[in-house]
């Protein structure tokens, strides 16, 4: 695979400029996880981990969670660990089987879907573009599904995208994640613009687009019936989110598809995060609240003249990050990410 990364080890003063470098290229900083593939010998320079490893790493991290299953409703379930969380809807129609993990976990995955019954997988509907999200889409169409997404979706998937700050070394260094564009046979077969309406096993499938937020490829899926509303990764329960400035995420889309969502939903709504546990509507209030005071806090800081290093130094989030900055976006990255989307 091809890499774009620097080849050479750079401060984390002129690591933290980097990463505010959008322009297509990724970041590379002078970590050497355990783990990772190096190469290495006494006296001899380091070779950087490729964009290749670091993505194997990614997935790994991800794939390290267990698989657990949670029923919500009438034929619907959500799957939740390596890679953030899948919903199922299934009775006599078929499966429709929402989000696919990461590619390392398509065994548990596999077998997570003939434990809820023996229909097979009708539809796969994508969120987002994004690996975490899409990486089983090819097996699931292998084994006949029709993968269902919005048009933006397959857009960004056929192409190469550079992901800034949202690699974190074990020591703390922060890096980009390169991606080439998917294979043919991993892209969504149908797509749809606005919104999408499925009926099957008694329940009621409302997909809708939102304007850029996480990223500018985003639906939410509402099992009306269920009262079950599933939002990707425009909702991260309980943990700062990463925003994707490559692919046109803002910050104040985020805030609207949460009020849009917080409109939608009433009391016994299960909203469903993109990654953390199960949420509802309190726990999606507070993620709304944190998006606006950090937004506020770093705009203040950007109109003030700082560059995101500068802002970054400040630790405009101290007060929040015991609470919100132990998932997979530490405070120090937020503070990029809000950065690069405002
Ligand atoms: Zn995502």
Known sequence: MKSSFLQKQISRREMLRYSTT????????????????????AGYAQQAPSAADLLADMRA???????????????????????????VLNGPDGKFVVDTFVAPAWPRLEKALDGLGNAPVKFVIDTHWHFDHTDNNAPLRAAGATVLAHENTKKRMSAPHDLPVLYRGPNGQLAGLHFD?????ALPQQTFAAGYKLEANGETLALEHVAAAHTDTDIYVHFEKANVIQMGDLFFNGMYPYIDPSTGGKIIGVIAAADKILSLADKDTKIVAGHGPLGDKGDLAKFRDMLVTTRDRVEKLKSAGKSAQEAVAEKPFADLDETWGKGIINGDQFVQVVYLTI
């Open 181 to 185: 564009p998917s294979p043919v046979q």
């Open 22 to 41: 959008l322009a297509g290229s990724a970041l590379l900083t002078t970590f050497f996880p355990a783990g990772l593939p190096r190469v290495s010998a």
């Open 61 to 87: 991290r991800f794939n390290a969670a267990p698989l657990e299953t949670q029923r919500l409703g009438e034929g619907v379930t959500m799957l939740s660990g390596p890679g953030g969380c899948v919903v």
